[in-house]
Each structure stands twice: as C-alpha cells, then as structure tokens.
Nanobody, 124 residues
Framework: QVQLVESGGGLVQAGGSLRLSCAGSGRTSTRYAMGWFRQAPGKEREFVAAMSWWGSGTYYADSVKGRFTISRDNAKNTVYLQMNSLKPEDTAVYYC?????????????????WGQGTQVTVSS
C-alpha cells in the first residue's frame, strides 16, 4: 500500500503561481509513475500532468502545457506540480496519483493509489 498526501493548495489571484506537493509513504520502494489530476465542481476528474518513474517522460494536458511543470524527487518520495500563470478555470481540487501497472498516463483507471486532494482556487 502507498499513502499519498497532497499539500500546497490555496487561494491565488489570476496570473499567480502555486506549487503543489505530493508526499508518498508506505511501499515506496516500488517504481511508480505519478500523475496529477483535477476535479472542478460538477465535472469529471481530468488529467493534468504525469511523469514516469525515472523522470524522462513527462505528459501534460493541452490546457496546462507551458504553464504547469511536473517534477519529482525520488529520494524524498515526493512529486511536485508547479503552476504558473493560473487562470480561474484552473480552480479545482487537485489529486496526485501513483501508477504501478504499465499503461497510459491520462486515465484515472490507470492509477492504483490516490491522495485526498488539495483545493486550488484562482480568483479573477
């Protein structure tokens, strides 16, 4: 089992920045791909960004490409999401997820473990 805990969410004005963190604990010796998803009220959870375990592969939703950056520190069992140039439409609960099995990066069904989420609110 792996436990994931997100932090770093909050309220920010449009154009501002936030950095989310996701700390893993438990069975962290396994090599996990990591992803970030978000869910706005009344909408389905959607893919934001993902990174392979070794960090060479990064993937982004078109809506965040060029503004968000995913990174990871395997020694600290932590993955980050740097969010710049935030827009009101980025407002959502952000979740990190870990994927054990081989597969794609963009579907919620590909991931095995989830954090509890952290709220990001961007005011206009």
């Amino acid at each position: 089992q792996v436990q994931l805990v997100e932090s770093g969410g909050g309220l920010v004005q449009a154009g501002g920045s936030l950095r989310l963190s996701c700390a893993g604990s438990g069975r962290t010796s396994t090599r996990y791909a990591m992803g970030w998803f978000r869910q706005a009220p009344g909408k389905e959870r959607e893919f934001v960004a993902a990174m392979s375990w070794w960090g060479s592969g990064t993937y982004y939703a078109d809506s965040v490409k060029g503004r968000f950056t995913i990174s990871r520190d395997n020694a600290k069992n932590t993955v980050y999401l740097q969010m710049n140039s935030l827009k009101p439409e980025d407002t959502a609960v952000y979740y990190c997820a870990a994927r054990v099995r081989a597969g794609s990066y963009v579907y919620t069904s590909d991931y095995d473990y989830w954090g509890q989420g952290t709220q990001v609110t961007v005011s206009s």
